[in-house]
């Protein structure tokens, strides 16, 4: 039996958990929107391709969306990430040292589909080893 301070502690690691979880989507994701609309992003540190980059970019952002927000149903992250693929091609079409691709679109389809996979079988693992590692840092549990 559980005693008072720790369903408190455990409350405490819950809320942790989903922050981190909410942080590890909205900090990537605000970093990738500077990239993808400022008129003249930094040089990649990486030396990829901006196939590989996009890929990447949406595969981990739809993978975090689905942790962060796992109660939601499972196609529900990849339309939003599909939503936000089309509003930054529409946005940069209008800014005139970028343009808009249709395969920038395909590669963050790509991206999409290979975030969800990955999140349809590791998502649960993952947030089951991060609430384990928060409830062992939060001290006082009983």
Avoid: N
Avoid at 52 to 65: E, G, P, Q, R
């Amino acid at each position: 039996m559980r005693s008072r301070h720790g369903i408190a502690d455990a409350a405490l690691a819950e809320r942790v958990l989903r922050f981190c979880l909410l942080a590890g989507f909205w900090l990537p994701l605000a970093v990738c929107t500077y990239l993808a609309l400022t008129p003249s992003p930094p040089e990649s540190v990486f030396q990829v391709g901006d196939v590989v980059l996009h890929a990447f970019a949406f595969t981990y952002l739809t993978f975090s969306l689905s942790l962060a927000h796992s109660s939601q149903r499972a196609l529900l992250p990849g339309l939003w990430m599909l939503g936000y693929g089309l509003l930054l091609e529409v946005v940069q079409s209008f800014e005139a040292s970028r343009s808009a691709e249709l395969k920038d679109l395909m590669v963050d389809l790509v991206g999409i589909c290979l975030g969800l996979l990955a999140a349809r079988w590791m998502a649960e693992s993952i947030r089951r080893l991060l609430a384990q590692l928060l409830h062992r840092l939060i001290p006082g549990k009983p």
